[in-house]
């Protein structure tokens, strides 16, 4: 059936997941409408509430909007060769991603709309389409509905004076006094982002980041190397799910000589499936025991950025700690440092939770969006909470026409918050979508 006798694939969510997966629709002869926040709309949180300070984690010639053009950002930037491979600033690629925007409005006319608008609500109708409620007083309907809500966009916490939940709400920082002391609560990529955008507007005061293990996010390899592939003993520990025989084995390969970064990358291919055939306990233990370390390995920062963190904590204003945060209170946090059995007090005027929203169920059934089709039965959140229950290529259990993309599937595939892996959802959801 051609698309003008159908209605348009609704996607909910205007970042980078939901403008890729436009941009493959459309190319199908889809129609769509793309609905976002107006702040944001196009670049999404990740990449709209970027500072300049803040550069992107996948070299330039890797981040185009589609998989078959992966070096499409660094043409536009018409970058030449070891430029190709270096780490550009995150606006720069919200810019990029706008260009692409103002080309499919261009390219496809009527056929995509966009709408900048909140989503108030989200039902399914007797007529079995889906019927999706905008703050501007208008409803959609849609037979085919897309959830493309980044982690910043599920959350239900809100910021106060000393404890800020949402470090990336806009203008979060910016009432910190410039001496003031800061706890930040992580020590991966977000604790790293809030140390820079703090250094950027002036802060001098003592910064202390705190997480259970303490481990930072290594560097990426310069030059990069290629994947090492994983040993078959590796890969056999890893599809039985004995993640101490496999934590042995990736050590063994590693003391044969592989790069800790260059054995995950041989790995990451494979992830989505290896997680799929684990237990739920194999699960569990992973995140509990193992993903501190695997996180460390696999998001990794750039070496300028690394840089910067070195020389803060050599002049003694940065401190990386392993412990627990037990509570704040009249300017000081109460914490527990790794190895010893009392607690500490530290100088803490501000507390930034950088630890992401994994495990707070409330932050799903909170939203607007999903709220009444998690009451209604339509949504589950997903055991682990770290996102919501779907299939193996994204499609809601018992829910016809609705299906989940980015970082809402990380519960089902585990690796779902970086570029290469978002465009390969996008590209294969648009060719089921447009076989309806």
């Known amino acids: 059936m051609d698309s003008t006798d159908t209605l348009p694939v609704v996607i909910a969510g205007a970042g980078f997941c939901g403008l890729a997966l436009a941009a493959q629709l459309l190319e199908r002869g889809q129609a769509v409408a793309l609905i976002g926040c107006a702040a944001n709309y196009g670049r999404g949180t990740a990449y709209g509430d970027a500072r300049r300070e803040h550069l992107l984690n996948v070299p330039a010639d890797r981040m185009g909007l589609r998989a078959d053009a992966p070096a499409a950002f660094a043409d536009w930037l018409g970058l030449q060769d070891d430029e190709r491979r270096r780490f550009r600033p995150r606006l720069e690629f919200g810019d990029y991603l706008m260009h692409e925007l103002d080309g499919l409005r261009a390219r496809y006319g009527e056929r995509l709309r966009c709408i900048e608008a909140g989503i108030t609500a989200i039902s399914r109708g007797t007529d079995a389409r889906w019927h999706i409620a905008i703050d ?15 982690a910043a966009n599920t959350a239900s916490k809100t910021n106060n004076g000393t404890i800020i939940r949402q470090p990336w709400a806009r203008d979060a920082l910016s009432d910190i006094d410039t001496n003031a002391p800061v ?22 005061g003592a910064i202390t980041a705190i997480s259970r293990r303490g481990r930072l996010p290594l560097l990426h390899p310069e030059p990069p190397l290629p994947p090492t592939p994983p040993s078959p003993a590796l890969l056999a520990a890893l599809e039985a799910g004995a993640l101490r025989r496999a934590l042995r084995e990736f050590r063994k390969t590693i003391d044969a000589g592989a790069a800790p970064a260059t054995l ?7 992830i989505p499936q290896l997680w799929r055939g684990w237990p739920l306990q194999s699960r569990k233990r992973f995140l509990r025991h193992l993903r501190p370390w695997w996180d460390s390995v696999r ?11 070195d020389h803060l904590r050599d002049e003694g204003r940065l401190q990386i700690r392993a412990g627990n945060f037990i509570d704040h209170e009249n300017g000081d946090a109460r914490v527990r440092w790794r190895g010893e059995r009392h607690e500490a007090a530290i100088p803490a005027s501000v507390v930034i939770d950088a630890t992401g929203w994994d495990g707070d169920h409330d932050r799903y059934a909170a939203h607007p969006a999903l709220s009444a089709l998690i009451a209604d039965g339509h949504l589950r959140i997903d055991p682990l909470g770290l996102g919501l229950d779907c299939t193996a290529d994204g499609s809601v259990p018992g829910a016809n026409g609705l299906h989940l993309i980015g970082f809402l599937r990380r519960g ?12 390969a959802q996008a590209a294969a959801l648009a060719e089921r979508l447009a076989a309806y």
Request: charged share 20%.
């Open 136 to 150: 501007s007083g208008e409803t959609l309907e849609s037979d085919r509905l897309v959830l493309s809500l980044g």
């Open 183 to 204: 706890l930040i609560l992580g020590t991966a990529l977000t604790m790293i982002d809030m140390v820079l955008a703090l250094q950027a507007q002036g802060h001098r």
């Open 264 to 270: 995950a990358d041989g790995l990451r291919a494979l």
């Open 299 to 309: 998001h990794r920062v750039p070496r300028e950025v690394f840089a910067t963190l």
């Open 412 to 423: 089902e595939c585990w690796e779902s918050t970086a570029v290469p892996e978002l465009r």
